[in-house]
């Protein structure tokens, strides 16, 4: 199955063209642009780049969160139209699980970690079974020093949360903390890729005007009307 999927639920962003588990191509970029800036030009560098059209895809993948409002919107409009004007079904899949995908088949729970800014972080926690990370809890917003105090054993962390907190993340867990490279930080498109391609497979694809951003925290408009 081919499939085009995107990923701009986070700062760093990327598209990947992938068919079945291989992977064609993919562009990322962590240059801090908006992601409407360059993501149309990427989809069609990469198609152009693998001698494909949108007409020769079977789909289309996306993160839809938790992550950054603007940049899920951004991927979530751009890949909707895409999939609107080609007919092909959409898979809407985890961020946090996405991320979690950078550690395979890891010996201890992965939690991972975006940084949501006000002192609060997406968490994720995982454990890898039949080769996928598969949730042991809830995907949350909360203060890192929360989610610290409930955190049992060792873990294995990673993202850019893992990144901003790591000081903390030592000071509280001491040696029970373990940490991917930043290199692993960001989530990528090819991942979620492999996660929508699991879903298609599941009849997990929805039409599209089902397909909506997972905020897990309520936006400033909305904190602000309560």
């Not at 409407?36 to 839809?64: C, K």
């Not at 054993?153 to 901003?164: K, M, N, S």
């Amino acid at each position: 199955m081919k499939l085009l999927t995107i990923q701009t639920a986070t700062p760093a962003g990327s598209v990947a063209l992938t068919d079945g588990e291989r992977l064609l191509g993919e562009l990322f970029l962590d240059v801090r642009r908006p992601h409407g800036g360059w993501l149309l030009g990427a989809v069609e560098q990469l198609l152009a780049a693998a001698g494909m059209a949108v007409a020769d895809l079977d789909g289309f993948g996306v993160t839809i969160g938790p992550g950054s409002f603007t940049g899920l919107r951004v991927g979530l409009a751009t890949v909707k139209g895409l999939a609107l004007a080609s007919g092909k079904p959409l898979a809407g899949v985890s961020t946090l699980q996405t991320l979690a995908l950078q550690a395979p088949h890891a010996a201890l729970p992965v939690c991972a970690l975006l940084d949501a800014r006000k002192r609060e972080v997406y968490a994720g926690h995982f454990a890898w079974e039949e080769g996928l990370p598969r949730p042991l809890s809830p995907e949350r917003v909360l203060p890192p020093e929360q989610l610290l105090h409930e955190l049992h054993g060792p873990i294995l962390f990673v993202g850019d949360g893992a990144v901003a907190y790591r000081t903390l993340i030592v000071r509280q867990l001491g040696s029970r903390a373990h940490f991917l490279p930043d290199v692993y930080a960001p989530p990528r498109a090819a991942h979620a890729a492999l996660l929508a391609l699991r879903a298609f497979a599941a009849g997990g694809a929805l039409p599209v005007a089902q397909v909506n951003p997972v905020y897990i925290r309520p936006s400033e408009s909305e904190m602000n009307k309560s």
